[in-house]
């Protein structure tokens, strides 16, 4: 069981940074280190249950006295294997004890040992780095995160939604190893809403030049006068070299095509040691292509920094070229032209992932939205991630950027900033929001007070775009409306709009949320017992809010407002109104966690895009209600719509617009239809039938190909069919998925808000601690044997020939160490097993006094546990040769020598298993980062096996 110097560390990969080889133009490295980290949980507030972290004296006064997981010696082979983005909350069970913004996962305060995650990741950084500015950026970990580099305390970052960096340049071992740690804390929440747990972002590993640009040190923004654009460019440089330096900047501007349109040189200016200096700049643009909705074009701006000549760092920005305008009348202008804001707010979670989405899913959502006619969409209540943003500027949607709180206390200004600083040369950005409905202060004269400050803050920062603030109520003489560039209304129901308007005639205002209406994908009949609730649009919440027809409509008939955005998009996890436990989603949503749409998002389909639709509601199975009357109501963009059931007339009607019609029609089984029609000619038309049994599984994919790099996501949709291939809608069967070749499952659901099946089966570890250690030493190993054959004898029981492992024993050729552990309570299925660290040669392992021997696991001694053959109490013993030094290093906490053994009780992997839910549920496939086909199987209950292949390259 001798540990190798490096290849122990199986599954951390290394990284090479690129010093002093790199080509001239290529000198910045940017390189993002998502795989081979090492995870476990530890504990809310046991130390010992938290691997001892926090125990050292010292810890925090004493340089590179990290402790526990935080030490660089301590051993993560027993820990899980994960790849980021990783969430750990998705990957619990549900508990009635969970609280709602925790998505009744079992999380938080009453579950301690679920609330603490640490990671581990070790990194290779060769001496040919040194005089290197080495880095890490963590794009988000939600929340409380905490890192160390070999031991060395390097940040704390409170926010959960921040993305954020770290210095590792001078407590580097360059040409040795290095651990990073990262303890993540979310035991409390930052908002109602399901939030994750862990590093559900990317991280990065950078290299740069003493001499460069700073993080996120770039500002472009562009003027378009006719057939001609100038770019305006700041760009800050820093010197992180011990004396001043000269430098030059270059900016090369490459259209959509890659093509060089502009340049322009910097002349030389000077910035001091540890210090930055910004730089203006200015390039114009002959017929710019400009970003927009339909043709979301954008352009790269590179920036070289020289010294004495020599390129030492070069800085890509991608940025588009276009003008926005907030009119106080007319509402918002994108390139000169009126555009309504068809927007949605968005939590961050999806079904099955949590909030660790791979950027394919970012991709896939937006898609989602557009196919609605989505064209905004809003952060709430936070900054959106960066890889949000870069597909929303690829796709053409536009952003409202939101603050988490408001304020201007150190901390909070400084995430204000982050925010800005990072996000600002995003094309898809058109407002800035500070805050969401901050209830203390929405009617006082701080909030206008703060309200104005964090506006002039951003401003300063980023003059090109305006910013509001989303309110609940408005009206009073002061407030945060009041001090609003733009003021921001939630729910027309709580403001008197038009009174503001007349208020406030210069002020632009945009609905920041709109709607809050109850709705479960494919009920239409209210279930409180399995919390559903009809989908049939309504006022749910009281006077205070609307229908989605009667906001849209509100909105749509006042040219003032720049648009809406409704609440939400997507159903996500936790705050569950009106029900609380059992349910654990939200029911707010034009679509369910999975992203099926709901009726109310079809309304919004037919009011906000102009290609034919029609959609008809409620499905048609309704047997045993022959002859009674159902509400039957229809969706459509079209001038009217004609009704026929079993081929039979039931009227045809004009549609008012932003309306719906609605017939009362006795069930008879069969099929109704809806025809819509525009100058008299039929344009679209839908159905709906009563189905015949469940007969078939059918998987249907997003897309037939993946990139085979190991991220890439296929979303695949499941449905149950009868003989003729129509989906039964009151269909729930168990699927049960199994996935060979170039893909993996990551995640599945349904959009049912009651359902308690797991999201994401993973295997689950706790770490049980061994207590009592005690060591002495022996002259030979026929002597540790044979105390331990008689735990009853003085010498066993005798205190002062025993002490602590991590104080200097007596003198002894070879050593007994001894600890004890309780029998592990586990469940059917868990399986425990002990861990033991190579100590030297010869090395000897009992187990309640009777010798054992270790199989070899990722060069750890393992030995499996039978609970039932443990007693209460158990002790284990190691016997081995004294080494060059002693054994005093081997125990000592900081350096985790207790855990040279590891107590792991391992719950396995559940079944990737779900029903369907209204005879539709999903599930999502990533690429393993090989190449060739995947291949899906499903397996329904008395159903065959269905099949779907897709290719990776």
Same mark, same amino acid.
């Given at each position: 069981?001798?540990?190798?110097?490096?290849?122990?560390?199986?599954?951390?990969?290394?990284?090479?940074?690129?010093?002093?080889?790199?080509?001239?133009?290529?000198?910045?490295?940017?390189?993002?280190?998502?795989?081979?980290?090492?995870?476990?949980?530890?504990?809310?507030?046991?130390?010992?249950?938290?691997?001892?972290?926090?125990?050292?004296?010292?810890?925090?006064?004493?340089?590179?006295?990290?402790?526990?997981?935080?030490?660089?010696? !301590?051993?993560?082979?027993?820990?899980?294997?994960?790849?980021? #983005?990783?969430?750990?909350?998705?990957?619990?069970?549900?508990?009635?004890?969970?609280?709602?913004?925790?998505?009744?996962?079992?999380?938080?305060?009453?579950?301690?040992? %679920?609330?603490?995650?640490?990671?581990?990741?070790?990194?290779?950084?060769?001496?040919?780095?040194?005089?290197?500015?080495?880095?890490?950026? !963590?794009?988000?970990?939600?929340?409380? +995160?905490?890192?160390?580099?070999?031991?060395?305390?390097?940040?704390?970052?409170?926010?959960?939604?921040?993305?954020?960096?770290?210095?590792?340049?001078?407590?580097?071992?360059?040409?040795?190893?290095?651990?990073?740690?990262?303890?993540?804390?979310?035991?409390?929440?930052?908002?109602?809403?399901?939030?994750?747990?862990?590093?559900?972002?990317?991280?990065?590993?950078?290299?740069?030049?003493?001499?460069?640009?700073?993080?996120?040190?770039?500002?472009?923004?562009?003027?378009?006068?006719?057939?001609?654009?100038?770019?305006?460019?700041?760009?800050?440089?820093? @010197?992180?070299?011990?004396?001043?330096?000269?430098?030059?900047?270059?900016?090369?501007?490459?259209?959509?095509?890659?093509?060089?349109?502009?340049?322009?040189?910097?002349?030389?200016?000077?910035?001091?040691?540890?210090?930055?200096?910004?730089?203006?700049?200015?390039?114009?643009?002959?017929?710019?292509?400009?970003?927009?909705?339909?043709? #979301?074009?954008?352009?790269?701006?590179?920036?070289?920094?020289?010294?004495?000549?020599?390129?030492?760092?070069?800085?890509?920005?991608?940025?588009?070229?276009?003008?926005?305008? !907030?009119?106080?009348?007319?509402?918002?202008?994108?390139?000169?032209? #009126?555009?309504?804001?068809?927007?949605?707010?968005?939590?961050?979670?999806?079904?099955?992932?949590?909030?660790?989405?791979?950027?394919?899913?970012?991709?896939?959502?937006?898609?989602?939205?557009?196919?609605?006619?989505?064209? =905004?969409?809003?952060?709430?209540?936070?900054?959106?991630?960066?890889?949000?943003?870069?597909?929303?500027?690829?796709?053409?949607?536009?952003?409202?950027?939101?603050?988490?709180?408001?304020?201007?206390?150190?901390?909070?200004?400084?995430?204000?900033?982050?925010?800005? &600083?990072?996000?600002?040369?995003?094309?898809?950005?058109?407002?800035? +929001?500070?805050?969401?409905?901050?209830?203390?202060?929405? %009617?006082?004269?701080?909030?206008?007070?703060?309200?104005?400050?964090?506006?002039?803050?951003?401003?300063?920062?980023?003059?090109?775009?305006?910013?509001?603030?989303?309110?609940?109520?408005?009206?009073?003489?002061?407030?945060?409306?009041?001090?609003?560039?733009?003021?921001?209304?939630?729910?027309?129901?709580?403001?008197?709009?038009?009174?503001?308007?007349?208020?406030?005639?210069?002020?632009?205002?945009?609905?920041?949320?709109?709607?809050?209406?109850?709705?479960?994908?494919?009920?239409?009949?209210?279930?409180?017992?399995?919390?559903?609730?009809?989908?049939?649009?309504?006022?749910?919440?009281?006077?205070?809010?609307?229908?989605?027809?009667?906001?849209?409509?509100?909105?749509?008939?006042?040219?003032?407002?720049?648009?809406?955005?409704?609440?939400?998009?997507?159903?996500?996890?936790?705050?569950?109104?009106?029900?609380?436990?059992?349910?654990?989603?939200?029911?707010?949503?034009?679509?369910?966690?999975?992203?099926?749409?709901?009726?109310?998002?079809?309304?919004?389909?037919?009011?906000?895009?102009?290609?034919?639709?029609?959609?008809?509601?409620?499905?048609?199975?309704?047997?045993?209600?022959?002859?009674?009357?159902?509400?039957?109501?229809?969706?459509?963009?079209?001038?009217?719509?004609?009704?026929?059931?079993?081929?039979?007339?039931?009227?045809?009607? =004009?549609?008012? &617009?932003?309306?719906?019609?609605?017939?009362?029609?006795?069930?008879?089984?069969?099929?109704?239809?809806?025809?819509?029609?525009?100058?008299?000619?039929?344009?679209?038309?839908?159905?709906?039938?009563?189905?015949?049994?469940?007969?078939?599984?059918?998987?249907?994919?997003?897309?037939?190909?993946?990139?085979?790099?190991?991220?890439?996501?296929?979303?695949?949709?499941?449905?149950?069919?009868?003989?003729?291939?129509?989906?039964?809608?009151?269909?729930?069967?168990?699927?049960?998925?199994?996935?060979?070749?170039?893909?993996?499952?990551?995640?599945?659901?349904?959009?049912?808000?009651?359902?308690?099946?797991?999201?994401?089966?993973?295997?689950?570890?706790?770490?049980?601690?061994?207590?009592?250690?005690?060591? &002495?030493?022996?002259?030979?190993?026929?002597?540790?044997?044979?105390?331990?054959?008689?735990?009853?004898?003085?010498?066993?029981?005798?205190?002062?020939?025993?002490?602590?492992?991590?104080?200097?024993?007596?003198?002894?050729?070879?050593?007994?160490?001894?600890?004890?552990?309780? &029998?592990?309570? +586990?469940?059917?299925?868990?399986?425990?097993?002990?861990?033991?660290?190579?100590?030297?040669?010869?090395?000897?392992?009992?187990? @309640?006094?009777?010798?054992?021997?270790?199989?070899?696991?990722?060069?750890?001694?393992?030995?499996?546990?039978?609970?039932?053959?443990?007693?209460?109490?158990?002790?284990?013993?190691?016997? !081995?040769?004294?080494?060059?030094?002693?054994?005093? =290093?081997?125990?000592?906490?900081?350096?985790?020598?207790?855990?040279?053994?590891?107590?792991?009780?391992?719950?396995?992997?559940? #079944?990737?298993?779900?029903?369907?839910?209204?005879?539709?549920?999903?599930?999502?496939?990533?690429?393993?980062?090989?190449?060739?086909?995947?291949?899906?199987?499903?397996?329904?209950?008395?159903?065959?096996?269905?099949?779907?292949?897709?290719?990776?390259?």
């Amino acid at each position: 069981m001798r540990r190798p110097l490096l290849t122990s560390w199986l599954l951390a990969l290394t990284i090479f940074v690129l010093a002093g080889s790199a080509a001239a133009d290529d000198v910045r490295q940017r390189v993002r280190i998502d795989d081979g980290w090492r995870f476990a949980l530890g504990h809310a507030w046991d130390p010992a249950q938290d691997f001892d972290h926090g125990l050292r004296p010292f810890f925090f006064a004493k340089a590179g006295f990290g402790d526990g997981p935080a030490a660089a010696e !301590f051993d993560d082979r027993p820990w899980r294997r994960v790849d980021l #983005p990783h969430d750990w909350a998705v990957e619990l069970p549900f508990s009635e004890r969970g609280s709602s913004p925790h998505g009744s996962k079992a999380i938080g305060r009453a579950f301690p040992e %679920n609330s603490i995650g640490w990671y581990r990741r070790e990194l290779s950084i060769p001496a040919a780095a040194r005089g290197k500015r080495i880095a890490l950026e !963590f794009d988000g970990v939600f929340r409380d +995160s905490v890192v160390w580099i070999n031991g060395h305390y390097l940040r704390r970052e409170a926010s959960g939604y921040s993305s954020f960096r770290v210095d590792l340049t001078d407590y580097l071992n360059y040409g040795g190893r290095n651990v990073v740690a990262v303890r993540v804390d979310a035991t409390t929440q930052e908002g109602w809403w399901y939030e994750g747990a862990g590093i559900y972002r990317h991280v990065w590993l950078t290299q740069t030049d003493p001499l460069h640009v700073e993080h996120w040190g770039t500002f472009v923004r562009s003027t378009v006068a006719g057939r001609q654009a100038e770019v305006a460019v700041d760009t800050t440089v820093r @010197n992180d070299g011990k004396t001043a330096a000269a430098f030059t900047l270059e900016h090369e501007l490459r259209d959509p095509d890659g093509r060089v349109v502009a340049t322009t040189r910097v002349p030389a200016r000077q910035v001091a040691a540890d210090a930055s200096a910004t730089t203006g700049a200015t390039l114009r643009v002959a017929a710019p292509r400009l970003w927009s909705l339909e043709t #979301p074009q954008r352009y790269i701006l590179t920036t070289r920094v020289r010294r004495d000549g020599r390129v030492v760092d070069r800085y890509d920005t991608p940025f588009g070229i276009r003008s926005i305008r !907030f009119d106080a009348n007319q509402g918002f202008f994108l390139n000169g032209q #009126p555009v309504k804001l068809h927007g949605t707010n968005n939590h961050q979670d999806h079904a099955g992932v949590g909030i660790a989405l791979p950027d394919a899913l970012h991709d896939a959502r937006l898609r989602m939205l557009k196919a609605m006619g989505v064209n =905004a969409i809003r952060s709430a209540h936070h900054p959106a991630t960066p890889e949000l943003l870069d597909a929303c500027d690829r796709l053409g949607i536009l952003v409202i950027d939101e603050h988490r709180m408001m304020g201007t206390a150190p901390q909070i200004r400084d995430e204000l900033e982050r925010m800005v &600083r990072r996000d600002r040369n995003h094309p898809s950005i058109i407002l800035w +929001s500070v805050g969401n409905e901050e209830w203390a202060i929405e %009617n006082t004269e701080i909030g206008t007070r703060l309200a104005r400050e964090m506006q002039a803050i951003v401003a300063r920062m980023d003059p090109t775009r305006p910013a509001t603030l989303a309110a609940s109520s408005s009206g009073q003489a002061e407030g945060t409306s009041v001090g609003s560039q733009v003021i921001g209304f939630n729910y027309k129901g709580q403001h008197d709009i038009d009174a503001m308007h007349r208020r406030f005639p210069q002020r632009p205002m945009v609905v920041t949320e709109e709607g809050l209406t109850y709705a479960t994908r494919g009920i239409y009949a209210d279930d409180p017992a399995r919390v559903h609730l009809a989908a049939y649009d309504k006022r749910s919440g009281g006077a205070s809010t609307s229908t989605i027809e009667e906001a849209w409509r509100f909105n749509a008939e006042r040219p003032f407002l720049a648009g809406m955005f409704v609440w939400t998009g997507f159903d996500y996890r936790g705050e569950t109104t009106p029900f609380g436990w059992p349910a654990i989603s939200s029911q707010f949503g034009m679509m369910d966690t999975t992203g099926a749409l709901k009726d109310s998002g079809y309304y919004l389909k037919a009011a906000w895009t102009t290609e034919p639709m029609v959609h008809l509601l409620p499905h048609w199975n309704w047997s045993g209600r022959e002859g009674q009357p159902v509400d039957v109501r229809v969706y459509a963009n079209t001038e009217e719509v004609e009704l026929l059931l079993n081929g039979r007339s039931l009227g045809r009607k =004009a549609l008012q &617009r932003y309306g719906h019609l609605q017939w009362t029609v006795p069930y008879e089984p069969g099929a109704l239809v809806a025809r819509g029609y525009r100058r008299g000619e039929w344009v679209a038309s839908d159905t709906v039938a009563t189905t015949g049994d469940s007969a078939a599984v059918r998987l249907t994919v997003d897309r037939a190909r993946i990139r085979a790099d190991g991220s890439d996501v296929a979303v695949v949709t499941v449905n149950v069919v009868d003989r003729e291939g129509r989906v039964v809608p009151t269909a729930g069967q168990r699927i049960d998925f199994e996935v060979e070749g170039s893909a993996r499952l990551i995640g599945m659901g349904n959009g049912d808000p009651g359902s308690h099946e797991a999201d994401k089966p993973t295997e689950r570890h706790r770490f049980v601690p061994l207590t009592a250690w005690r060591h &002495r030493g022996v002259a030979r190993p026929e002597d540790a044997v044979a105390l331990l054959a008689d735990t009853g004898t003085d010498a066993w029981r005798d205190p002062f020939a025993w002490v602590p492992p991590d104080q200097q024993p007596a003198d002894g050729a070879w050593n007994l160490v001894r600890a004890s552990f309780p &029998r592990p309570s +586990s469940a059917s299925g868990e399986r425990p097993m002990l861990f033991i660290g190579d100590l030297g040669a010869g090395q000897q392992v009992y187990l @309640n006094g009777q010798a054992v021997t270790p199989r070899l696991e990722q060069g750890l001694g393992v030995v499996d546990l039978d609970p039932d053959r443990l007693g209460d109490r158990n002790t284990l013993a190691i016997v !081995f040769p004294t080494p060059a030094g002693g054994t005093r =290093a081997l125990f000592d906490t900081a350096q985790g020598g207790k855990r040279w053994v590891t107590l792991r009780v391992t719950t396995p992997a559940g #079944p990737w298993q779900r029903r369907v839910f209204n005879g539709q549920a999903q599930v999502l496939l990533q690429s393993t980062g090989a190449s060739g086909p995947a291949t899906l199987r499903a397996r329904g209950e008395g159903l065959p096996t269905a099949a779907l292949t897709i290719d990776a390259f």
